[in-house]
């Protein structure tokens, strides 16, 4: 059984900065392809980044690229998204996804499994 924990979430201001961390346990991290995605209060999820397997790859939703850094540390089994520059706007619950096949990687439907999100909180 794949388990998925998140943290590093928390109330930041504009303008500042987190960093998520996502550790992974029962399946072979490395060849995963690994995904943040985030659900705002009354909204869809919506992806914003992932990491390809085997090449490292990223892809960044629109409103992300160039604030947002996902990378992976194979031997630690885990995944973190560098927030910097934060918004109102990206306040959400932030889930961790595993895929270990699915393409393309935005579609959160082909992620086998998922963490249970951590809050991230920016105040204007």
């Known amino acids: 059984q794949v388990q998925l924990v998140e943290s590093g979430g928390g109330l930041v201001q504009a303008g500042g900065s987190l960093r998520l961390s996502c550790a992974a346990s029962?399946?072979?991290?490395?060849?995963?392809?690994m995904g943040w995605f985030r659900q705002a209060p009354g909204k869809e999820r919506e992806f914003v980044a992932a990491?390809?397997?085997?090449?490292?790859?990223?892809n960044y939703a629109d409103s992300v690229k160039g604030r947002f850094t996902i990378a992976r540390d194979n031997a630690k089994n885990t995944v973190y998204l560098q927030m910097n520059s934060l918004k109102p706007e990206d306040t959400a619950v932030y889930y961790c996804?595993?895929?270990?096949?699915?393409?393309?990687?935005?579609?959160?439907?082909?992620?086998?499994?998922w963490g249970q999100g951590t809050q991230v909180t920016v105040s204007s």
């Open positions: 029962g399946r072979t991290f490395s060849s995963a392809t």
């Open positions: 990491i390809i397997r085997w090449s490292g790859s990223t």
């Open positions: 996804a595993a895929s270990w096949g699915g393409s393309p990687t935005v579609l959160a439907g082909n992620y086998d499994y």
